[in-house]
């Protein structure tokens, strides 16, 4: 597959904060066969890049002590051309601010907003650092997911902030879905999850990753101390799972029947 088109606005990048790098890198490694490096402590804060097939897929950071009561969680970047500009949009248009624009070394920007719904989502800006380098197969990103409560508002933010030209793939009280794009061309979805998201779930962005067989990665990652949140269900796009690893981070995984990678339809 050639290298993923990053254009604004759209996915560009995932990473991990977790509570135990060793472990992450040791799960993820034998689910996804991912290879790591770990940058400069002093310049790069020890982040851990994950690769597959020699090209960057993931990040992984160790949790810092203030984060300790948070839950290990995957985070979605979406692409823009100046982090600055992005963020106080974000801001004047109901989100709020998390981390302010930072430089990484010779990589890029990076900041981390919540949009109007709540829901975090992270904003890179690159330089030498495009994003990750391989999509929609085997270990590697396949879809990005935002389960928002308030659903019209959320739809209404990305294409104000982040410039999105947004299709509606549904709009029936059972299923609302817009997507980035539309039809194969399509980057990332945004779901009414009003109907079913408990009080205590904020809105949140979710990772799908893809995988030859979900049964059997499934049972994989069970064997290393995953557990099945939800499925696996079979859609018009895939067979779908939702997992916890092993110290509780979730995301999806999701295997192309051939439809294409647009993982979304039936989470």
């Not at 500009?85 to 430089?103: F, K, N, R, W």
């Not at 391989?134 to 928002?148: R, V």
């Not at 990665?217 to 916890?244: C, H, W």
Request: aromatic fraction near 10%.
């Amino acid at each position: 597959m050639p290298t993923p088109d990053h254009t604004n606005g759209a996915p560009c990048w995932i990473d991990l904060m977790t509570s135990d790098t060793g472990k992450a890198k040791e799960f993820y490694g034998e689910l996804f066969g991912w290879t790591f490096e770990t940058g400069d402590q002093e310049k790069y804060g020890g982040y851990i890049m994950a690769a597959k097939n020699g090209k960057p897929v993931a990040g992984i950071m160790q949790k810092q002590e203030d984060q300790a009561g948070f839950p290990d969680v995957w985070s979605t970047y979406l692409r823009t051309d100046d982090a600055s500009a992005t963020v106080s949009s974000a801001a004047e248009h109901g989100g709020q601010i998390y981390l302010q624009p930072m430089d990484v070394p010779d990589q890029g920007r990076m900041a981390m907003v919540a949009d109007a719904t709540g829901a975090s989502i992270g904003v890179w800006q690159p330089g030498e650092m495009k994003g990750y380098g391989l999509a929609a197969e085997p270990g590697t990103p396949a879809w990005h997911e935002l389960h928002t409560k308030e659903y019209a508002t959320a739809v209404k933010f990305y294409q104000d902030v982040f410039g999105w030209d947004t299709d509606v793939m549904s709009d029936t009280p059972e299923f609302r879905y817009t997507t980035l794009g539309a039809g194969d061309a399509a980057k990332a979805g945004i779901m009414d999850a009003s109907g079913y998201l408990p009080a205590e779930v904020p809105s949140n962005w979710q990772v799908y990753f893809a995988v030859a067989d979900a049964d059997a990665s499934i049972a994989k990652a069970q064997s290393m101390g995953a557990r099945v949140v939800d499925g696996p269900d079979d859609s018009p796009f895939g067979r779908l799972a939702t997992l916890a690893d092993p110290t509780g981070a979730m995301f999806k995984i999701v295997a192309d029947t051939g439809q294409g990678s647009q993982a979304a339809a039936d989470a």
